[in-house]
């Protein structure tokens, strides 16, 4: 069906409607999904087919958002989903088969629609769930505390600039596309990555070249990221949520900070007492038992087509039959079993400090962790950053997510590795590790990345959460200083972990993740324009001393496990 919207433009959306020997001869309460892919997809990656939901007494309606698929007019991520969002809700309002009581679902993009329609305030949108997406698109989506998530944004960003290459005719600019996106894990290699030949088209749209170069944060000069999504609009939002995350989703971070932002500031007390998070053990897709080469066990295979269909009939038919579900819901690795809390850990409340005699250099060094603060004054650790042969992300150069093994890749001297003690009980963690890090760098412009490992008792080096912080960010205010003693204090992404008698923890500092993240060059150059011609390597100096107790802070759920 054709829904024109206030300035001519028409948007297509296909249909799916209830049996009437079922569920009689409606109107019925209609679910919207909005998204750029083709809506004969539905997102049926990680959802039932929409004719399932039918089938349950719903009204469906899949639309193509403006310049995909069959919808008119230009495509500019984000920018239009607001408004246009809006307008489908009014017109599926006066659908036939509309009762007038609306809900919307949907993941990564598809979630971002809905938050940006509810946003505006819709009559007839009284609930949504929005799954692995970011309400914040600068911090929960493209940066990650100063550092571009490239991998991420330069794949999608080639996957998402094909149909704009197609519906304009362009056929040179389509065939280098394609060329990228057949190997698209190559691509964060291609430096520099800002004039990339697959996005570096004058013909094409712009949006990819701009979220590469908006690399800060809005301020008062500039409200490039702000337009985009909702950040500075947590008021407008009304209707309850329930948000899905994967512990190994690219959007981990800015999903829970949704649901933070939601149930601290949404318009009315009604919707901020109705955000519902659910943590799972998953990657962006598929949700189930599996994640990288780790098998999850049968509680990770959730029917969240079950969880969709409870919160729906709560809100569109209320049947009341989500009232008894928990605030949060998580997944924690080790015990690989749900747990429900009544909100989200506030602060870490088990700090280990770091400790070494100078050679905290890959897993061979000597670098420990103890609960023990440092007493006396400990050699510095020193590892060289090398632009050129970076440390890669947790799953390498591709940056594969999941509990993967990590045995091999601390054998390098340029990481540290600290490892605590074996723990003598059993020890729950759960909420967002962060560091404090007090180091010296001669680096012009400087990352830090810190990841921890679960340790088991068989020697394998699981990956659990990673954080990174660049120097730019970081000491935006206070300023930073090349080959001065500065503390870096940053937070991990969540995660939750119950570990055994006999396994351990550890924490890997080191300066980068590619192709998680972009590189740093050292220098001045902007991480975009750097190449081999402009890349520096830098000393890096962690100390852990009286003075300057370097330490990982951990979400401990109880007490101390040692």
């Not at 004058?202 to 985009?228: K, M, N």
């Not at 999504?229 to 309850?240: E, F, L």
């Not at 054998?411 to 007090?438: C, D, S, W």
Request: charged share 20%; proline share 6%; aromatic share 12%.
């Amino acid at each position: 069906m054709r829904c024109v919207l206030s300035d001519g433009v028409t948007l297509v959306s296909d249909h799916y409607y209830p049996s009437s020997a079922h569920h009689g001869s409606g109107p019925w309460p209609t679910l919207l999904m909005r998204q750029p892919y083709g809506r004969d997809i539905a997102s049926t990656v990680v959802y039932a087919h929409p004719v399932w939901f039918a089938r349950h007494g719903y009204h469906v309606a899949i639309q193509d958002v403006r310049g995909r698929g069959d919808s008119e007019g230009d495509f500019y991520a984000f920018r239009h989903e607001g408004q246009d969002g809006a307008e489908t809700i009014a017109w599926l309002r006066q659908h036939q088969a509309c009762n007038g009581r609306i809900g919307m679902y949907g993941f990564s993009y598809q979630g971002c629609t809905q938050l940006l329609a509810a946003a505006e305030e819709p009559e007839g949108l009284l609930c949504i769930a929005p799954h692995m997406a970011a309400a914040d698109l600068y911090y929960g989506w493209f940066y990650h505390q100063g550092a571009l998530r490239l991998s991420s944004a330069l794949g999608w960003g080639i996957q998402m600039l094909r149909e704009d290459a197609r519906r304009r005719n362009l056929r040179a600019a389509s065939d280098r596309l394609e060329a990228a996106w057949g190997n698209v894990r190559a691509q964060s290699s291609v430096v520099p990555y800002g004039k990339h030949p697959a996005i570096d088209d004058p013909e094409l749209p712009d949006y990819v070249r701009d979220w590469i170069s908006h690399r800060e944060a809005d301020s008062q000069e500039q409200t490039f990221w702000s337009e985009l999504d909702i950040s500075g609009r947590y008021d407008k939002i009304q209707v309850p949520a329930l948000h899905i995350s994967g512990w190994y989703d690219a959007y981990l971070d800015g999903t829970i900070a949704g649901y933070f932002a939601l149930r601290n500031h949404a318009g009315t007390a009604f919707a901020r007492d109705h955000q519902y998070l659910v943590a799972g053990p998953w990657v962006h897709i598929p949700w189930g038992d599996r994640v990288g080469d780790r098998y999850l066990g049968p509680a990770a295979n959730v029917d969240t087509d079950g969880l969709l269909l409870r919160w729906f009939n709560h809100w569109l038919k209320d049947s009341r039959e989500f009232a008894d579900e928990p605030r949060v819901s998580y997944f924690a690795f080790g015990a690989d079993r749900w747990y429900a809390a009544k909100e989200w850990p506030a602060e870490a409340a088990l700090t280990l400090y770091l400790h070494s005699e100078g050679n905290a250099n890959s897993r061979k060094g000597d670098g420990s962790l103890s609960a023990s603060a440092p007493v006396e004054e400990e050699p510095r650790d020193v590892f060289v950053y090398d632009p050129e042969v970076p440390v890669f992300a947790p799953g390498g150069p591709q940056a594969m997510s999941g509990p993967l093994d990590q045995i091999a890749m601390e054998m390098g001297n340029n990481l540290l590795v600290y490892t605590a003690e074996p723990i003598a009980k059993t020890m729950h963690l759960f909420g967002q590790p962060r560091v404090t890090l007090y180091a010296a760098t001669s680096a012009a412009s400087a990352d830090f990345t810190a990841k921890l490992i679960r340790v088991t008792t068989s020697g394998r080096a699981e990956f659990l959460c990673i954080g990174i912080a660049r120097s730019s960010w970081l000491f935006r205010t206070s300023g930073y200083q090349p080959d001065a003693i500065q503390c870096w204090q940053f937070t991990l992404e969540p995660t939750a972990i119950v570990l055994e008698p006999g396994e351990s923890l550890r924490l890997e500092i080191a300066s980068s993740a590619f192709s998680l993240y972009d590189r740093n060059p050292s220098t001045d150059v902007a991480p975009q324009d750097a190449d081999n011609w402009n890349w520096q390597r830098s000393t890096q100096q962690i100390l852990h001393t009286a003075q300057h107790p370097s330490a990982l802070h951990l979400p401990v759920s109880g007490g101390a496990a040692w």
